[in-house]
């Protein structure tokens, strides 16, 4: 019996790719909302290569998007130990899953381990912060969060959450009020929408949410002194996504091989600004025009010089409506840091 399973063992690794392909259609299956489907992909592909770093990752994504966090927890956790995969993107699903689940003393242990000895990201480092001092205030409080049933009334420490100055506990209300009945969700979220100090990366949050979830509701959305209403089913992608690649795609012609750290912070601050502004379109949907912004104030955050007349040449456009644009992502950037550190 075991010459024969060995035996097909050794037909399968005869196929070129063949884990790769079974990954891939485990991705593709997770984009569908094929979860199932995703995590059976994924596993078939680890029978074969049990360390294979996509597959593995994707079998944590899969059981989330079951909620089945525990077991997903486990998953992240040895993917840690081991060393499997990028280290940061597994930590950074590893602590969420922690902090969803309430585990708060695992949270500030792991966390004050590697501030200690690493230099963490800069794209990470500020949400990893947060979360730090979430966790100290959650430890220091004793405060625990149970939902046994998605279907039951949110409890009232979730709203008390919601409606406090800390961005930590508002995040975590609304990722705990998130595995909660669509009713209930819409609910206890729609008046952060119009909320006017309530945080704008927040409420894109909220909306990927009502996205996702498929809430077939009308909403009114305050954000940057514009109120945007509109039917859920309206939303488009969070970041845009379309016009945000052709943009991308414009910047990276310029910087990707003449400067590609600049590009890498061009990208990095064009998504985050796409995000922060949802859902307010770019106007005008000119993706040079953007582009060239891009390039201008991403320069300008790293202190480099470029001129201003030469960018409009490089990038055809028009040189005024350069100046504007990037003013106004330096000015919403600057919004949403002041109101993430009110």
Partial sequence: MEEEQKK???????????????VGKGMEALKEKQFVTALSYFNQALQIEPNHPQGRFGVALSLIEQSRLEEAKDVTKNMLNEDIGNFYDVLQVHI?????????????TILEGIMSEERLPANMAE??????????????????????????????????????????????????????????????????????????VLKSIILQFLKEKNIAETIEIHKFGKVVKLHTTELESVFHEKFGKNTLAVVAEQLENHNPSLFEMASQM????????????????????????????AAEMTGLVEDDLQLAKLYQVNLEQLLECSQRMMKIEQEAFNSQHR
């Fill in 8 to 22: 097909r063992q050794k037909k399968i690794v005869l196929f070129p790719g063949v884990v790769d392909k079974l």
């Fill in 96 to 108: 969420s899953l922690l902090v969803q689940l309430g585990q708060y003393d695992e949270v500030v």
């Fill in 127 to 200: 949400s990893f912060y947060h979360l730090l001092h979430f966790s100290r205030q959650m430890v220091e409080d004793g405060t625990t969060l149970e939902i046994a049933d998605e279907h039951q009334e949110p409890p009232e420490e979730l709203l008390q959450m919601l409606n406090e100055e800390s961005i930590e506990k508002q995040w975590l209300a609304i990722q705990m009020l998130g595995k909660m009945a669509n009713r209930v969700f819409f609910e206890a979220v729609k008046g952060c929408l119009k909320n006017k100090k309530f945080d704008p």
């Fill in 270 to 297: 064009w998504w985050h600004y796409l995000f922060v502004i949802y859902p307010i379109v770019p106007k005008p949907l000119n993706p040079n025009l953007w582009a060239a912004a891009i390039h201008k104030t």
